[in-house]
T-cell receptor, first 112, second 115 residues
Framework: KNQVEQSPQSLIILEGKNCTLQ??????????LRWYKQDTGRGPVSLTI?????NTKSNGRYTATLDADTKQSSLHITASQLSDSASYIC???????????FGSGTRLSIRP | EAGVTQFPSHSVIEKGQTVTLRCDPI?????LYWYRRVMGKEIKFLLH????????ESGMPNNRFLAERTGGTYSTLKVQPAELEDSGVYFC?????????????FGPGTRLTVL
């Protein structure tokens, strides 16, 4: 069964600290993996995309990694800011990117 | 450039009523997608338009849901008659192309509450 699992479900950290969010997937045939940020009341916004051959991708303070062998991805946030408070969703595309599956997301709260 | 817009932002209706959600994609985007997130669950795919044609409607839950994209511009999603389990947030997304690096741009969603 194709599915995407994320952990933790929620996370609270202090401003300025780093954190890492996890995504495990069982999807075949894999096409790409995206991390999205979703602020409350808004639609998801893409942060990074990685294909099978890419194992790391950065976007400012966000760094995503992908291990296609273990089917795991992580999103590392460095020097967190209050504006990083949001849900972070892992989305995996398969079947030539025509199909996508969303993870349930990690709700991240940054405290001052 | 205007992003994907959705209307209304919120809708509260009673069971058995009809509701129509609208999505205006980014101008020039041929691909339009509808998704839904029900309470506590992950976002799930409903269907995909390429211009005015339904490319994939495998995610539509049942025949109470009807999506249209006449003229290949904006799209509507009608729920008739609405049931309690239809409550959730309905997202629309658009993209200029398909393929491995296809990026979908999401609208803010319509929150539907069926009482």
């Amino acid at each position: 069964k194709n599915q995407v699992e994320q952990s933790p479900q929620s996370l609270i950290i202090l401003e300025g600290k780093n954190c890492t969010l996890q995504c495990n997937y069982t999807v075949s045939p894999f096409s790409n993996l995206r991390w999205y940020k979703q602020d409350t009341g808004r639609g998801p916004v893409s942060l990074t995309i990685m294909t099978f051959s890419e194992n790391t991708k950065s976007n400012g303070r966000y760094t995503a990694t992908l291990d296609a062998d273990t089917k795991q991805s992580s999103l590392h946030i460095t020097a967190s800011q209050l504006s990083d408070s949001a849900s972070y969703i892992c989305v995996v595309s398969y079947s030539s990117a025509s199909k996508i599956i969303f993870g349930s997301g990690t709700r991240l709260s940054i405290r001052p | 450039e205007a992003g994907v817009t959705q209307f209304p932002s919120h809708s509260v209706i009673e069971k058995g009523q009809t509701v129509t959600l609208r999505c205006d994609p980014i101008s020039g985007h041929d691909n339009l997608y509808w998704y839904r997130r029900v309470m506590g669950k992950e976002i799930k795919f409903l269907l995909h338009f390429v211009k005015e044609s339904k490319q994939d409607e495998s995610g539509m839950p049942n025949n109470r849901f009807l999506a249209e994209r006449t003229g290949g511009t904006y799209s509507t999603l009608k729920v008739q008659p609405a049931e309690l389990e239809d409550s959730g947030v309905y997202f629309c997304a658009s993209s200029p192309r398909t393929g491995v690096y296809n990026e979908q741009f999401f609208g803010p969603g319509t929150r539907l509450t069926v009482l």
